[in-house]
């Protein structure tokens, strides 16, 4: 398996819990209604760090989008369940390498160093962490400040909580049951997912108690 599929199928995991973010805001806004203080809510933010880019925010309660859910059938998404055709990356079974993992004590299981790319992939305390920091070479065409533009390090940052990956996976064997991942991001609490950084985007998922992005 390549070093950008290690962390592509971890970081796939977690934004599967997001796919019924965009599908279920129009029907989560035209519900309304006061939220309690403490329900958790999804927040995900792209921060553009280019001269005309665009600041998007998403913030959707994780009840809203667990009782939505069964109601959408849209494409593979049919009640709360989202359907692929295997849990294979490169010929490695997905399923049957975290059901693995959740059994083995803390440990770093990838750890892969060189002069382009570091990739971290461990189970510390109750959740899958995957780094990685990746070199990139700018195109011939970019420019900062009419100055050719420098190489600039790519971040990415996972972080699932065990539990809500071991829900995602509970379904049949050709299934994500999202509904039963929401639970369960609903019961671990405050939890920073994902953290992406590239020269032009900040890309944060994340789930707390505030029904707005900081």
Known sequence: MTQRKTWAWAMGVTLALVAAGPVAAPIVQAQGGAQS?????LHVSVLSREANGETVRVNVPL??????????????LRAGRVRVSEFKVEGVDIRAVFEAVKDTRDGEFVTVESHKENVRVAKEKGYLIVKVREMKQPR????????P????????????PLTVVEALLS???DELDLVAAIRALSAHGDAILV?????????????DSKNTTE
Do not use: Q, Y
């Not at 011939?140 to 100055?147: D, F, R």
């Open 195 to 207: 953290t992406v950084e590239d020269r032009r985007n900040t890309v944060r998922i994340w789930v």
């Open 140 to 147: 011939a065409a970019e420019k900062v400040a009419e100055k």
């Open 149 to 160: 533009a420098e190489p600039f390090e790519e971040r990415v940052d996972v972080k699932v």
């Open 37 to 41: 203080a403490a329900e958790k809510w």
């Open 171 to 173: 379904g049949a064997k």
């Open 63 to 76: 009840t809203l989008i667990e009782k939505v859910l069964p109601a959408i059938n849209k494409d593979k």
